[in-house]
T-cell receptor
Framework: SQELEQSPQSLIVQEGKNLTINCTSS?????LYWYKQKYGEGLIFLMM?????EEKSHEKITAKLDEKKQQSSLHITASQPSHAGIYLC????????????FGQGTILTVHP | NAGVMQNPRHLVRRRGQEARLRCSPM?????VYWYRQLPEEGLKFMVY????????ESGMPKERFSAEFPKEGPSILRIQQVVRGDSAAYFC??????????????FGPGTRLTVL
């Protein structure tokens, strides 16, 4: 079965700093999803990547899927307190394409 | 365009009772997914449904749990004879289809089940 490892597990940064969260898969990724979750709330869809080398951006968040399609990174530029939360990567596949397997999450704290 | 709706948001049950969790997908979405987030654990897939069909139930516990997505109305996740270990946040997601961009799954706010 596919496993996703996120690093770091937690991250504390000062407002305005850049940061990167990594997601490494034990198998080839056929669809990689990034979500953000605030404590006690649902998941907010950020981006989905499919093709090796693909890169997508939304506001100050950029996600990339490496050429070999086994690792993805999420980069936040000039972080703000509103970026704080839990970032989850999810991979499609397994018993069905609709099944998403998630990493354990990265807890991001941004100090003003 | 309303997002994925789940109700109730919070549910308290005593051991042995039944829990029914409801999920209304986004407008135009015909695929529904249920996930469970146990305390101190990650988000785990439970079941994937289309209207009147279960596509993948590989993550469903073998007993007491069932799910349906009828032709009309919301998807229901049903837990019979709840135990304390069922206490968790249950999330529903929906997508317009499967495969490629059609598989972009949008999540509801979740139902937090507490079993006393």
């Amino acid at each position: 079965s596919q496993e996703l490892e996120q690093s770091p597990q937690s991250l504390i940064v000062q407002e305005g700093k850049n940061l990167t969260i990594n997601c490494t898969s034990s198998k080839t990724l056929y669809g990689l999803y990034w979500y953000k979750q605030k404590y006690g709330e649902g998941l907010i869809f950020l981006m989905m990547l499919q093709k090796g080398g693909e890169e997508k951006s939304h506001e100050k968040i950029t996600a990339k899927l490496d050429e070999k399609k086994q690792q993805s990174s999420l980069h936040i530029t000039a972080s703000q307190p509103s970026h704080a939360g839990i970032y989850l990567c999810g991979a499609a596949g397994g018993t069905s394409y609709g099944k998403l397997t998630f990493g354990q999450g990265t807890i991001l704290t941004v100090h003003p | 365009n309303a997002g994925v709706m789940q109700n109730p948001r919070h549910l308290v049950r005593r051991r042995g009772q039944e829990a029914r969790l409801r999920c209304s997908p986004m407008k135009g979405h015909s695929h529904v997914y249920w996930y469970r987030q146990l305390p101190e654990e990650g988000l785990k897939f439970m079941v994937y449904l289309q209207k009147e069909n279960i596509i993948d139930e590989s993550g469903m516990p073998k007993e007491r749990f069932s799910a349906e997505f009828p032709k009309e109305g919301p998807s229901i996740l049903r837990i019979q004879q709840v135990v304390r270990g069922d206490s968790a946040a249950y999330f529903c997601a929906s997508s317009p289809g499967s495969g490629g961009a059609y598989n972009e799954q949008f999540f509801g706010p979740g139902t937090r089940l507490t079993v006393l």
